[in-house]
């Protein structure tokens, strides 16, 4: 959320500038573009649902878990589950949306999970579930 708030912020600050430049016809196209993206980060904002990490169910995943995984083959990977905005796979941030979210949500320590992926399918066994910093 704080990131949105800030590219809230910042197209804001954009969008005051450009609208002095109105004669200009690079800054009147650039100024629309602003406006479209002001009007897509305000809804998100207005719609968006705070989770505090640490209230949730400790021992189900749900929005905001730090997950750990282990395949098939002994591999452990761990995700953290955060909204669409925040996702970020390099950063293992996955959105609630992500197949791998949608297989893992509901689900505690010690279930076995289906990852449908493109790639063919990975079995995966929830070996920590974590909430918080």
Known sequence: MVQLELQAQALEQERQILKQRKDDPTAFQRFGVVERDLRYI?????????????????????????????????????????GEDEANIAEYKVSYLSPIARALIGRKVGDSVVWQRPAGNLHLDIIEIHYGK
């Open 42 to 82: 305000s809804a998100r904002l207005e719609n968006a649902i705070l989770v505090e990490p640490a209230l949730q169910d400790q021992h189900t995943v749900l929005f905001g878990a730090q997950v750990k995984v282990e395949d098939e083959t002994g591999e452990i990977s761990q995700f953290l589950i955060v």
